[in-house]
């Protein structure tokens, strides 16, 4: 058994530091295990983080084929890179990360310069797909929503450009904190409440639009 199975899971009820360090303690166990290239951690971790993983992915690129190439390549980064994960952040925070990073360098290659170009132009790329990722916690989204509104809001913030996208997804599907998501995109703290703010305005009459729509067709 991994140090990482052997820690108590953090999602129980406490007091919000007595979580914060268990929260501490798991990441150091992860840290300790990558370090020392624990053979069942990778698997752990994958089975934890994969439809998450995979979500995030899908929404930054809006392509399932290059999410699901990408989602083998961030795997492969964890077990080369994994000493490099000291456990001073949370694991899904440094995860997710190395995903943006390769998503970037994906872009880069095929001439595109930043995350917000990412959706300029159309093309096969854009064709409605199917964000439904069995697994893993209700988010605050999933909680709020039946299918069919979660339907609306996945093409709502399929709208969004990509930044704001971005941000939406880590703060209320990953549940990732500000000064999380501010280490994820490398960005002050002060964009990203900046841009969590414009999405959220951004998104409003999108799903007014689309409520409306569904509303007429009954």
């Keep these: 058994m991994s140090s990482f199975t052997q820690v108590q899971p953090f999602f129980v009820q406490g007091s919000a530091s007595a979580i914060q360090e268990q929260v501490r303690q798991e990441s150091l166990a992860i840290s300790a295990g990558l370090k020392r290239q624990d053979p069942g951690l990778l698997d ?9 993983l995979l979500r995030y992915l899908l929404y930054l690129t809006g392509n399932r084929e290059m999410a699901e190439d990408l989602f083998q390549e961030v795997w492969m980064r964890v077990v080369v890179r994994g000493g490099q994960f000291n456990g001073r952040a949370r694991f899904d925070t440094w995860l997710f990360t190395i995903a943006r990073n390769l998503v970037i360098d994906q872009r880069r290659k095929r001439t595109m310069q930043s995350l917000d170009e990412m959706f300029e132009g159309g093309g096969e790329d854009d064709r409605p797909m199917s ?46 904190s500000l000064e999380e998501i501010a280490t994820v995109t490398r ?25 409306q729509r569904a509303e007429e067709a009954v």
């Design 44 to 52: 752990e971790l994958i089975v934890r983080y994969q439809h998450r």
């Design 131 to 176: 964000f439904e990722i069995a697994g893993g916690e209700p988010t605050p989204f999933d909680r709020l929503a039946n299918l069919e509104d979660r339907q609306r809001i996945a093409a709502a913030l399929m709208e969004l450009d990509t930044i704001h996208r971005e941000v939406l997804v880590l703060r209320f599907h990953e549940e990732l």
């Design 187 to 211: 960005s002050p703290l002060s964009t990203v409440k900046s841009r969590l703010y414009r999405g959220m305005a951004a998104m409003k009459p999108k799903l007014e639009r689309s409520l």
